[in-house]
């Protein structure tokens, strides 16, 4: 098990943005893949982006793409989630996890996750 903790979730206006940290401890950040997931009340655990050990290689899902950036700083074990233009529709928990291997954007394939941290967008 690795350790995750994330931290930046807040309660913000429509339009407003908002960026997320997760910090990785335990050992060696640089070759696993970093992901963020969130859940809203009464909704499943969905994907919202992911980025590869290098950096080089980042996905998103469709309603985020152009407003969300991911991106890390192996140098200091932090994976951070760069949210802009917010809308009511993105509230909800978020979640940092961790996982090796090929390439995958499903939950599932993630083993190690952070305790979550509220995303709150009021109209």
């Known amino acids: 098990q690795v350790p995750l903790v994330e931290s930046g979730g807040g309660l913000v206006q429509t339009g407003d943005s908002l960026s997320l940290s997760c910090v990785v401890t335990?050992?060696?950040?640089?070759?696993?893949?970093m992901g963020w997931f969130r859940r809203a009340p009464g909704k499943e655990r969905e994907f919202v982006a992911a980025i590869d050990w290098s950096g080089r290689i980042t996905d998103y899902r469709g309603s985020v793409q152009g407003r969300f950036t991911i991106s890390r700083e192996n140098a200091k074990n932090t994976v951070y989630l760069q949210m802009s233009n917010l809308k009511p529709d993105d509230t909800a928990e978020y979640y940092c996890?961790?996982?090796?291997?090929?390439?995958?954007?499903?939950?599932?394939?993630?083993?190690?996750w952070g305790q979550g941290t509220q995303v709150t967008v009021s109209s």
């Open positions: 996890a961790a996982r090796s291997g090929p390439w995958s954007t499903d939950p599932d394939d993630f083993y190690d």
């Open positions: 335990g050992r060696a950040f640089d070759r696993i893949q």
